[in-house]
């Protein structure tokens, strides 16, 4: 596997944290995380009452003894994550400036994260969207499975506008088992629109992660004389003095940012910003180190 946008000392650093989702999944195997339903691993959930049918093995003596009622002992359930990768694919995730291409740091995330997921033995998939949800990979635990999704992430070329907002409902209705979703965009797209997608998601119960991608001349518009703006989407063009509207524009985008962050979290979407100046081995670090679970909690 030889890919610009896979580093295998990054690989070997990352793989020992591993990947922790922050609710329950729902797999299909057997595997280190948090199942809704209810199993025979060693960690105790709860008690309930006893009914006919239930595997007496499961009786809890001590509370019988106590309460001279009969109670069965449940435990939590282990089981696989799906982790399913959604990379915009639309024009814009084309722009550099001071950083790398948006698209080449989302390659970035999505081929580390798919990796590493495979590698701690769960799934990943892939979805690409530009127009429309272009490319469907669904997930898979083989470690085979990887090179189908690298392939893709090299080939893909960011075009058109963005039919982020279609592709994430259409995800939403399609992803059956409750599972991660990683959404790696710049989000220029409707943010009400945005925000009714990550809902969605969140009524699905998915655990929705969002990187937001972000070159730093689009956040920070240090353009010091006149230039032709283009837009990478639909081909429009237009030409400004910078000097003349840059505090306008750095007020709306700030505004833009909290806006969009204020939606993850209401969304209870994980929600990241990210310049494409950062070190993507540090993001991900960040990102998995802060999803561990707390001392005394799982």
């Not at 093995?57 to 009969?70: F, G, H, I, N, P």
């Not at 580390?112 to 892939?126: C, I, W």
């Not at 949800?133 to 083989?142: A, H, K, S, T, Y």
């Not at 956040?219 to 509207?245: N, Q």
Request: proline share 4%.
């Amino acid at each position: 596997m030889n890919y610009s946008f896979l580093d295998p000392a990054v690989l070997g650093r990352l793989g020992a944290i591993p990947i922790e989702s922050r609710q329950p999944m729902l797999g299909n195997v057997t595997g280190r995380h948090r199942s809704p339903n209810r199993g025979s691993s060693v960690e105790f959930a709860e008690y309930r009452k006893y009914v006919q049918g239930d595997d007496t093995r499961r009786l809890d003596w001590k509370a019988y003894a106590r309460s001279d009622r009969y109670y069965i002992k449940e435990f939590e359930a282990d089981t696989n994550l799906l982790a399913n990768m959604i990379v915009d694919c639309s024009g814009s995730m084309d722009f550099a400036d001071r950083g790398i291409p948006k698209i080449e740091f989302a390659r970035q995330i999505a081929s580390t994260l798919s990796y590493l997921a495979v590698d701690q033995g769960d799934a990943a998939g892939l979805s690409c969207i530009s127009k429309k949800l272009d490319i469907e990979i669904p997930p898979r635990r083989r470690a085979s499975h990887l090179q189908s999704i690298f392939k893709t992430l090299s080939d893909v070329t960011p075009k058109g506008e963005t039919g982020l907002i279609e592709g994430l409902h259409a995800i939403a209705e399609k992803v059956q088992r409750r599972g991660l979703i990683v959404i790696l965009s710049d989000l220029f797209c409707d943010p009400e629109a945005f925000s009714d997608a990550l809902q969605h998601l969140r009524y699905r119960k998915h655990d929705v992660v969002v990187f937001h991608l972000m070159d730093p001349q689009e956040i920070d518009f240090d353009f010091e004389r006149p230039h032709r703006f283009v837009d990478l989407e639909d081909g429009s063009a237009i030409v400004a003095e910078p000097s003349l509207i840059a505090d306008e524009y750095r007020q709306v985008v700030q505004e833009f940012l909290v806006d969009t962050k204020r939606r993850c979290l209401d969304a209870n979407a994980d929600y990241r910003l990210v310049r494409t100046t950062e070190s993507y081995e540090s993001v991900l670090s960040t990102f998995l180190l802060d999803r561990l679970p707390k001392k005394g909690s799982r």
